[in-house]
């Protein structure tokens, strides 16, 4: 596979990871306002729609050949992509461990999301 296409692929879907992202959250920010929901279940939240967001444009956008590794890529860029996004809408970036994690996680999610991706797209 030529290394355009592989970027395209990760292009593709970090654009559609990180809509999905700012669709879920708005709902989501949404719900927490509609239903008064506790603090505590925000940080859970975000995080599971992290890792949907990645799946979903692993899933859909990673194809076969390399895959594991444009998932890892793109996993990363789709926390960091949101990570910038987010902190300019909250007016201020900071950075801590739980960013670290935060980045290790969408990489890991990314290269499973991509291998089933590349398992499915293959038969």
Not at 19 to 31: N, S, Y
Not at 69 to 91: D, E, M, N, R
Not at 92 to 117: E, K, P, R, T
Request: charged share 10%; aromatic share 14%.
């Amino acid at each position: 596979m030529r290394s355009e296409g592989s970027i395209a692929q990760i292009g593709r879907g970090v654009c559609v990871s990180v809509i999905f992202t700012l669709a879920a959250v708005l709902l989501f920010a949404l719900a927490v306002r509609v239903f008064s929901l506790s603090s505590s279940v925000i940080s859970p939240v975000n995080r599971a729609v992290k890792f949907a967001a990645i799946f979903f444009g692993c899933f859909f956008c990673v194809r076969p050949g390399k895959a594991f590794f444009k998932g890892v890529f793109c996993g990363l860029a789709v926390t960091a992509v949101t990570y910038v996004l987010f902190s300019l809408l909250a007016g201020g970036f900071s950075f801590g461990w739980m960013h670290l994690l935060d980045l290790l996680f969408g990489g890991a999610a990314g290269g499973i999301s991509a291998l089933i991706a590349a398992a499915k797209n293959k038969g």
